[in-house]
Nanobody, 123 residues
Framework: VQLQACGGGLVQAGDSLRLSCVAS????????LGWFRQAPGLEREFVAA????????KYADSVKGRFTISRDNAKNTVYLQMNSLNPDDTAVYYC?????????????????WGQGTLVTVSS
């Protein structure tokens, strides 16, 4: 079972990026999916989560209104559309699958993690 995240890169403040995370080895269509990020020297923090149907979403206050999480269960993929990026968004972004079907922000409730993709936003 593997989660493979991609789409990170170096962008300027105000730019957009879309991260993707593809699951292989099994389906996660019945699991909540989430994105977390970790900046240097800081703990991994919650960014966004989506329920198994894709209809329910939750965001950290710091990204609300700028980021959008979505999923395509047919493709076993979760996305994170990031707009209006700023230097504070610089981090390694991780996708994860939760233990249950609902969306959760507590990282302890996620048991499958991708390898991370680096997003760097220059000012």
């Amino acid at each position: 079972v593997q989660l493979q995240a991609c789409g990170g890169g170096l962008v300027q403040a105000g730019d957009s990026l879309r991260l993707s995370c593809v699951a292989s080895g099994r389906t996660f269509s019945n699991n909540g999916l989430g994105w977390f990020r970790q900046a240097p020297g800081l703990e991994r923090e919650f960014v966004a989560a989506v329920g198994w149907r894709g209809a329910s979403t939750k965001y950290a206050d710091s990204v609300k209104g700028r980021f959008t999480i979505s999923r395509d269960n047919a493709k076993n993929t979760v996305y994170l559309q990031m707009n209006s990026l700023n230097p504070d968004d610089t981090a390694v972004y991780y996708c994860a699958a939760s233990l249950g079907s609902t969306l959760v922000s507590d990282r302890r409730l996620y048991n499958k993690w991708g390898q991370g993709t680096l997003v760097t936003v220059s000012s």
